[in-house]
């Protein structure tokens, strides 16, 4: 069977408004295009881009999800900070990069366009401080079917895509976990992706703060060549989705 990356961009006034990928069969090209075209609400330009794979591998399971529900940002934070802590990761330097995600990570104080990553030490070693790195090339075989499967149970397709992310991500033997909040204002429920496990904290940021961003926490022995290697070229379907709380 043959698989195809299709990739959509879409910006308003030269600024990124919207965004969406996903890895379809040559006979659902057109219907996966369609339904990526209607993401963007508003925009002046649409880059649409399909790739034949030539080399896809597979992973068997998706993490498992768990849902936290908290009373506020702070508390969400410090369930995070201990979540991170129990494999590893300082205290001290987890919550130095995390408050810096929720007040602009880039050197102009604004959002990165993709993720920072740390190691465990402490050192921030991504190639720029403006592009971060991005995951990309990875979905679901089944992806109705998990869609199906996650709407059920109150999730969304957010949820799916980001679940996604998260497991080619920590599938890396030198990602140890995976923290993330939304750069969308009114959107505050974030991840911690650690153990096997996407633990989905609401909330997990600050209503109205249009801050965003992921943070990869490595191995201090991580090749960072190779891994912007794996996280943005190597393609990955994974074939089910884990429990789900």
């Given at each position: 069977m043959k698989f195809y990356s299709v990739k959509m961009r879409a910006s308003l006034n030269d600024r990124h408004v919207s965004g969406g990928e996903r890895i379809t069969t040559e006979e659902s090209i057109q219907k996966v295009v369609s339904e990526l075209l209607?993401?963007?609400?508003?925009?002046?330009?649409v880059n649409i881009k399909i790739e034949k794979i030539n080399n896809i591998k597979f992973i068997e399971k998706s993490l498992d999800i768990k849902t936290i529900n908290v009373k506020n940002h702070k508390e969400g934070n410090e369930i995070a900070l201990k979540l991170l802590e129990e494999v590893g990761i300082d205290r001290e330097i987890a919550k130095a990069y995390?408050?810096?995600l929720h007040t602009g990570a880039n050197p102009d104080r604004e959002n990165m366009r993709g993720a920072m990553i740390i190691t465990r030490s402490g050192k921030r070693v991504e190639k720029d401080r403006y592009r971060g790195v991005r995951t990309t090339n990875v979905d679901f075989l089944h992806r109705e079917e998990v869609k199906k499967i996650l709407l059920e149970k109150k999730y969304?397709?957010?949820t799916l895509d980001a679940l996604a992310l998260s497991t080619k991500n920590l599938n890396h033997p030198d990602i140890i976990a995976e923290y993330c909040i939304s750069d969308q204002p009114d959107y505050t429920t974030g991840y911690v992706a650690v153990n096997n496990t996407y633990?989905?904290?609401n909330p997990l940021k600050e209503y109205s703060n249009p801050k965003g961003g992921r943070i990869y926490f490595v191995k201090d022995d991580t090749d960072i060549e190779e891994?912007?290697?794996?996280l943005q070229e190597e393609s990955f379907?994974?074939?089910?989705v884990g429990s789900l709380e």
């Open positions: 209607t993401r963007p609400k508003e925009f002046d330009f995390i408050d810096l969304t397709e957010r633990y989905r904290i891994l912007y290697k794996y379907l994974i074939k089910e």
